[in-house]
């Protein structure tokens, strides 16, 4: 079964860092973009950054760059999110995904793929 199994999620104070994985098996060859997404309370899907699969740079949201690193795993197709300086404001569900369709790596709604999402908190 094709799927994404995130990790890493977790409590954290203001100023700490998260790292989060993102287990990809097959869809890591397979997918054009795999990238980062989260959901606060009450608000809308937000992409976090995104990158073509397997060469290229990552694009992030400008309220986490300079924070935020996508890096990837080939061996282990594996993808991650280190997640430093967080902020109360980064506290959200954060899904990995993909999208196996030729495309830009910046439309959201072209990603087929969805982990089932793990919980960042950030308390002041």
């Known amino acids: 079964q094709v799927q994404l199994v995130e990790s890493g999620g977790g409590s954290v104070q203001a100023g700490g860092s998260l790292r989060l994985s993102c287990a990809a098996s097959?869809?890591?060859?397979?997918?054009?973009?795999m990238g980062w997404f989260r959901q606060a309370p009450g608000k809308g899907r937000e992409r976090v950054g995104v990158?073509?699969?397997?060469?290229?740079?990552?694009y992030y949201v400008s309220s986490v760059k300079g924070r935020f690193t996508i890096s990837r795993d080939t061996a282990k197709k594996t993808l991650y999110l280190q997640m430093n300086s967080l902020k109360p404001e980064d506290t959200a569900v954060y899904y990995c995904?993909?999208?196996?369709?030729?495309?830009?790596?910046?439309?959201?709604?072209?990603?087929?793929?969805w982990g089932q999402g793990t919980q960042v908190t950030v308390s002041s």
């Open positions: 995904a993909a999208r196996s369709s030729v495309g830009s790596c910046l439309e959201e709604s072209a990603y087929d793929f």
């Open positions: 097959e869809l890591f060859d397979s997918s054009q973009c």
């Open positions: 990158i073509v699969t397997r060469v290229g740079e990552p």
